[in-house]
């Protein structure tokens, strides 16, 4: 552990999470990075046509506070664990505006596998957030998706019946739509798990 960041370094896993964002920035596995940006936190998505109508309509425009709050957040507290066959790091923080308390807790398995426990207490004073999750980029080489989920089409939380639970797989490329204003798109309800693998089949697991 150093003064900016927290370095775990297990059989051929190597995983480190900066002090001050809290993000896991390094995500290497028999040296080969899958993270082509860190893992962090975020409250925000692309706005919709029908967000922006919304929140005009209904004078919630303060939701776009969210947009930028991931990047305000200020670590308080980090505390590193060890104990057989596993590592924890506990990360607490909070977000000024909107007013936030953010606890992530990682956990790696002496596998390799690295689960990812994330809780935000928002203050019930504070406008409505659009989403409530994390992000990170991947490199263009892993473009091989495998799902087990509803498909093969994209379904959404009122438009899925005629789509069936089951594994099946594509290509990134052919998953998403240029639309000329932020659109939803490519969602897959009840996804239990995905693959996201480059040419060799060697990739993420989710």
Partial sequence: EGEQSITVNKQNLTLK?????????????KGIDFMASPLKINFWRPETENDKAYRNYMKKTNEREWMRA?????????????????ITINVTGIIEQPKTEVNLVYTILGNGYV???YSANIDKNTPDAPKIGMQFDISN??????????????????????ALL?????????????????????????????????????????
């Fill in 17 to 29: 999470v900066d002090k001050t964002t809290g993000s896991i920035t390094k995500d290497s596995v």
């Fill in 70 to 86: 991931a990047e305000q957040l200020k670590v308080t507290k980090t505390n590193v664990v060890s104990e057989k066959g596993k």
């Fill in 115 to 117: 689960k990812v426990n």
């Fill in 141 to 162: 080489a892993y473009q091989n998706v495998n799902y087990f989920g509803k498909g093969p089409q994209a379904n959404y939380q009122d438009r899925n019946t005629a």
């Fill in 166 to 206: 089951g594994i099946y797989s594509g290509n990134v490329n052919t998953m998403s739509y240029g639309y000329v204003v932020p659109q939803e798109y490519g969602n897959h309800m009840d996804t239990r798990w995905f693959t996201v693998l480059n040419a060799s089949g060697k990739g993420l697991l989710v």
